[in-house]
């Protein structure tokens, strides 16, 4: 009887430590839970992978969504920025560099991708009684900056494409509203 007992305690114990453990296992970070519930597009999988890594970290300007969508063999990858409330005061020059660092993180996260587009956008007033969904939706929110970057781009001519506002579309009266002179 005492050799049971023990026994049926041994396992008891055994089971515990490996529940405990699994469980620990098991708890997923703050950056998988952020990189699966903002991923989006058809290649959600895709966007999950980039996901994880771009959340690892706390960006000035906040990544709000990270999109995958493939066609055949072209994989576009797509990063959406939240243009207000800012983590902390940020300068043009700043951002450049935000923008920069996502996009070699986009594309270090999934080699296959050709191109990550990159956009800023603000949320607009939405009026009391105002369709926002379906057919006759108003929009909710604006696009104020916008990039598109292709693989093999040199983190040197984006950085001067950036600067230089060349093939960019960045909205002035927001840029001087959003950013800290610097």
């Not at 895709?46 to 970290?57: H, K, L, Y």
């Not at 926002?132 to 916008?146: E, I, N, Q, Y």
């Amino acid at each position: 009887m005492r050799s049971r007992t023990s026994a049926t305690a041994s396992i008891a114990l055994a089971l515990a430590l490996f529940v405990s453990f699994a469980a620990q296992a098991a708890t997923p970070s703050v950056a998988d839970l952020d990189a699966r519930g903002r991923a989006g597009g058809n290649r959600r999988d895709i966007a999950t992978v980039v996901g994880v890594r771009v959340f690892a970290s706390t960006w000035p300007a906040q990544v709000l969504q990270i999109l995958a969508n493939q066609v055949g063999p072209n994989l576009v990858l797509g990063m959406r920025l939240s243009g207000v409330k800012f983590h902390h005061p940020l300068d043009r020059a700043g951002f450049d560099g935000e923008v920069g660092a996502l996009v070699t993180q986009a594309f270090a996260s999934a080699p296959q991708a050709e191109e990550v587009d990159v956009w800023v956008t603000v949320p607009l007033g939405v009026g009391k009684g105002l369709v926002v969904s379906g057919d006759l939706a108003k929009p909710t929110m604006r696009t104020v900056f916008t990039i598109s970057v292709r693989r093999g781009e040199s983190p040197a001519s984006l950085a001067a494409r950036l600067h230089a506002g060349a093939n960019v579309f960045l909205e002035q009266e927001w840029a001087r509203s959003a950013f800290t002179k610097g």
